[in-house]
T-cell receptor, first 112, second 111 residues
Framework: NAGVMQNPRHLVRRRGQEARLRCSPMKGHSHVYWYRQLPEEGLKFMVYLQKENIIDESGMPKERFSAEFPKEGPSILRIQQVVRGDSAAYFC??????????FGPGTRLTVT | KQEVTQIPAALSVPEGENLVLNCSFTDSAIYNLQWFRQDPGKGLTSLLLIQSSQREQTSGRLNASLDKSSGRSTLYIAASQPGDSATYLCAVKHGSEKLVFGKGTKLTVNP
């Protein structure tokens, strides 16, 4: 059973470009979560999704950020018009309902 | 608002020592508590999960306890090894199934 997959592992974008981060949950897991880890800070919740539904997006900035988890395919976190402050490690996790969360290796976004 | 605090922020011990990492949370209405390990530049590895109805969980040299009423958890590591060096994160599942993390304890085990 493969773990949570994220790609790309490293992403470099210039200011103003778009960043698309992908996450494939573990087989059998219906819940997907995105977290952000800024340098020298703890992990912060961004958004929680189930298939085709956003359940909780209370941690996601209101502008430029969006997330989806379509019926088929991976979950996508999209950041439009990136700024230097978006540079961080973005982690995806998946779980069964009320089960343990298993994390992917993360995507390290660098905005130049 | 749920807040998770981990003490100490950093810990350095000689190899072979038993050690305890502490985690406290402000709202006892949690579903579960997880301890994770994070190596530099890497993702998170789940170590132990304690459901809110449980008092402790054990895996190998690791033992985690949970006292929900006082809002505390401890992670006990027996006979520490240099390979245990990492940042240990405590997180509680609270509210709409999201995890709230502490800032971690950075552990260094010296050979």
């Amino acid at each position: 059973n493969a773990g949570v997959m994220q790609n790309p592992r490293h992403l470099v974008r210039r200011r103003g470009q778009e960043a698309r981060l992908r996450c494939s949950p573990m087989k059998g897991h219906s819940h997907v979560y995105w977290y952000r880890q800024l340098p020298e800070e703890g992990l912060k919740f961004m958004v929680y999704l189930q298939k085709e539904n956003i359940i909780d997006e209370s941690g996601m900035p209101k502008e430029r950020f969006s997330a989806e988890f379509p019926k088929e395919g991976p979950s996508i976190l999209r950041i439009q018009q990136v700024v230097r402050g978006d540079s961080a490690a973005y982690f995806c996790a998946s779980s069964p309902p009320q089960g343990a969360e298993y994390f992917g290796p993360g995507t390290r976004l660098t905005v130049t | 608002k749920q807040e998770v605090t981990q003490i100490p922020a950093a810990l350095s011990v000689p190899e072979g020592e038993n050690l305890v990492l502490n985690c406290s949370f402000t709202d006892s209405a949690i579903y579960n508590l997880q301890w994770f390990r994070q190596d530099p530049g890497k993702g998170l590895t789940s170590l132990l999960l304690i459901q809110s109805s449980q008092r402790e969980q054990t895996s190998g040299r690791l033992n985690a306890s949970l006292d929900k009423s006082s809002g505390r958890s401890t992670l006990y590591i027996a006979a520490s090894q240099p390979g245990d060096s990492a940042t240990y994160l405590c997180a509680v599942k609270h509210g709409s199934e999201k995890l709230v993390f502490g800032k971690g304890t950075k552990l260094t085990v010296n050979p």
